[in-house]
């Protein structure tokens, strides 16, 4: 019937086919609906794949695909909406699996990062290891250090890790930088060496740069078009860095953003020792860029100079200050802009407090207040917020709402948080990493357990309470036929479950 129509009846004139369609892809789902049931000329207008398939773009879904992919995209536009109510349910009521990503004995952790559901752990062993929670059985391979012939001993513990869509990077107590390629196994594949303690590491969030501060230099590496590593820019700063950042989506030779004690610097090619902002004795107690603002917090002495802690947002390309944020007694620990939704911005603060902005305005959109002590990590997507705070306690808030869904507690600081639309990544990390009257050489193992921290993984693609969720120890494969106190395997093996 479609092919025989030539002519589309628009009220009192006869329009083409072809413009009758271009009319009709103005409208939007409800509106097609509604148009469908005017004539069956209609109907079969407002239900061509052409008009359904570009409402499926426009929404976000199934972006790589083709027209041709799909028989029928009006029911996958359906699906995938069907789909995404089910997940916010999901995730406000906290229906789904909780796991605990798996750990080894007299391992303490040291740091995590997670890019699209891969997590990379580092440990006070100096392992180095990676879980893809997109799969139900968590791989959980250990990349290798490189080490020289004479090197002995034990092996420096892991400062800092981080992770994109193609490297992961591990920065050692010693000053040692480790790259891994994901697409080439275990080695590593570029190694250099600061000689100080590494302050801090950045890695682009795409492409293949990273950024290590030590001492008062700024190195940063990447691979040139032949593949081989470089220093592509050294920078000499004046004090310690105590956060550094990459911009993301830039052309050209990378562009860092380095915070030092009360110094901000952006640091390119072309200006190397150009100063974004500085204001004596107001350090920089957090930072995040995202591709063309900076947002830091600066802790001021209120009772002398009259001035609460803020939030400044600075222009990249301008180097002017566009907005002073905040109005806080406590200081800020945590921001995230870039992975805010656009004009926004999430803050963490040591009075308690989560804080959303509005980049457009001044004043706090809400205040949120569950944790007992300061907030140490925050993110946020279009409707909720996910914030962890130093007592261990990870919250998940209804952002238009103003109010808290349900929380999770464990036993140390929570330092990461990460999540997308169905998965929330946490990770409970310790303070000492080298407690009291607890040695790895010791017998009794067991005594770690308290002190290793914790990272969890929340599923929420499925409908399962997390009291019903599959135990890891039911997951096993029963290959460990001895039990040790805490890490207890099965003797017989019945059968898999």
């Not at 890019?115 to 997109?134: F, K, N, P, Q």
Request: proline share 5%.
């Amino acid at each position: 019937f479609q092919n025989e129509i030539n002519e589309v009846p628009f009220f009192d004139i006869q329009l083409p086919y072809e413009l009758a369609l271009k009319i009709f892809q103005y409208l939007g789902k409800s509106e097609l609906g509604r148009c469908a049931q005017v004539s069956r000329t209609w109907k079969v207008l407002a239900e061509d794949e052409v008009l359904w398939y570009r409402l499926c773009q426009q929404e976000g879904y199934l972006l790589e695909m083709s027209i041709s992919d799909r028989s029928c995209w009006k029911l996958a536009l359906k699906n995938c909406c069907a789909r995404e109510r089910a997940l916010k349910t999901n995730w406000k009521n906290r229906v789904g699996a909780v796991s605990q990503l798996p750990y080894e004995l007299g391992k303490i952790l040291c740091d995590v990062h997670t890019w699209d559901g891969v997590v990379i752990a580092g440990y006070m062993s100096g392992e180095v290891r990676l879980w893809d929670t997109r799969t139900w059985d968590y791989t959980a391979p250990i990349l290798e250090p490189v080490h020289s012939p004479g090197d002995a001993g034990p092996q420096p513990h892991v400062s800092f890790v981080r992770i994109n869509s193609s490297l992961a990077v591990a920065a050692y107590e010693d000053g040692t930088i480790s790259v891994w390629s994901l697409m080439f196994g275990r080695e590593p594949i570029h190694r250099y060496q600061h000689n100080q303690r590494i302050q801090a590491l950045a890695l682009g969030s795409e492409g293949a740069t990273v950024a290590t501060a030590s001492g008062f230099e700024v190195k940063v590496e990447s691979p040139d078009d032949r593949g081989f590593w470089q220093t592509t820019e050294t920078f000499e700063i004046q004090k310690l860095v105590n956060f550094l950042n990459l911009v993301p989506d830039v052309t050209g030779s990378p562009v860092t953003v380095a915070a030092a004690e009360d110094i901000v610097y952006l640091l390119k090619a072309e200006d190397p020792g150009k100063i974004l902002h500085s204001v004596y004795g107001q350090p920089v107690t957090c930072l995040d860029v995202s591709a063309h603002e900076a947002a830091f917090g600066v802790k001021t002495f209120g009772w002398l100079l009259n001035e609460p802690n803020q939030i400044l947002l600075y222009n990249l390309e301008t180097s002017q200050c566009l907005k002073k944020m905040g109005n806080s007694l406590g200081d800020f620990t945590c921001v995230n802009l870039q992975n805010s939704p656009p004009n926004m911005l999430v803050t963490g603060n040591k009075d308690r407090r989560v804080r959303v902005f509005d980049l457009r305005k001044s004043e706090s959109l809400c205040s949120l207040y569950a944790h007992q002590l300061g907030v140490s990590a925050v993110r946020m997507d279009d409707w909720k917020i996910v914030s962890g705070g130093e007592e261990g306690l990870v919250c998940v808030w209804d952002q238009r709402m103003g109010t808290k869904l349900w929380e999770m507690h464990a036993r140390h600081p929570v330092r990461h948080v990460w999540f997308n639309s169905h998965s929330l990544i946490t990770a409970n990390i310790p303070d000492e990493k080298t407690p009291r009257g607890t040695s790895i050489a010791d017998d009794d193992l067991t005594v770690h357990c308290k002190h290793r921290g914790i990272i969890y993984a929340y599923d929420f693609s499925v409908d399962q309470l997390p009291a019903e969720s599959i135990l890891p120890i039911c997951r096993s494969s029963y290959d460990e036929v001895t039990g040790y106190n805490y890490n207890i395997g099965l003797a017989v093996p019945y059968d898999n479950i």
